[in-house]
């Protein structure tokens, strides 16, 4: 008698009990998910002053710039394709010649804390009079100033949160480059007005909420 009673009472108590959860289950949506997004770029900056003879036999100093660039987005962890872009500018009397690699294939290494940069490669350039010619580099790039970081937060009408992170520091250079298998520098970066070289890397970090 004791059982059956309870048992009856449970009945009673238990099945409207299941019937509200499982309405329960049926209507409560599934939570979003806030979209996440992460953006990395690694650079290394130098400039080397080059001695040019112009058309009419003088001399000038040109400026070379070998630039490393690494970077990536989520959700990737690496660069699978590393480049440089390796810049001469000459200014004549009269006329400039010029030649740009804006991004010339490139093999990148580097070490954590910013303290050293290589990058190796070669590629196909194009003066400004429209020829074209064979540039390689190989290049070594060393921390030698501290460790400068700025960081810098913005929200977007309460739905964006992005944070931007840039590390840097001043460092030396030394490298060979070639241009059409004629040497244009072998050594520590020397133009005596560019600035200093450097190796930064750029973070974003952007989260949007639902």
Not at 5 to 18: C, D, K, Q, W
Not at 107 to 117: A, D, M, P, Y
Not at 121 to 144: I, Y
Request: proline share 6%; charged share 20%.
């Amino acid at each position: 008698m004791f059982d059956t009673t309870i048992s009856r009472r449970l009945g009673i108590v238990v099945a409207p009990f299941t019937a509200v959860m499982a309405t329960l289950a049926i209507s409560t949506p599934a939570v979003a998910q806030a979209e996440q997004f992460y953006f990395f770029e690694e650079t290394a900056s130098a400039f080397w002053s080059v001695p040019h003879q112009c058309a009419d036999g003088s001399t000038v100093q040109a400026t070379l710039l070998v630039l490393s660039t690494r970077d990536f987005e989520s959700p990737d962890t690496e660069d699978a394709n590393p480049t440089a872009r390796v810049q001469y500018q000459a200014v004549c009397s009269g006329s400039s010649f010029s030649w740009v690699g804006s991004a010339l294939p490139a093999t990148v290494t580097s070490t954590e804390s910013l303290r050293s940069v290589t990058a190796t490669g070669s590629g196909t350039v194009r003066d400004n009079s429209g020829l074209t010619h064979q540039v390689t580099f190989d290049m070594a790039w060393t921390a030698v100033g501290p460790l400068e970081t700025s960081v810098d937060e913005n929200v977007s009408e309460g739905f964006s949160v992005n944070i931007s992170t840039r590390k840097q520091r001043e460092a030396t250079a030394d490298g060979r480059v070639t241009f059409d298998g004629t040497v244009l520098v072998d050594g520590p970066n020397d133009h005596p007005t560019r600035p200093a070289p450097f190796i930064r890397t750029d973070e974003e970090r952007t989260t949007r909420m639902p």
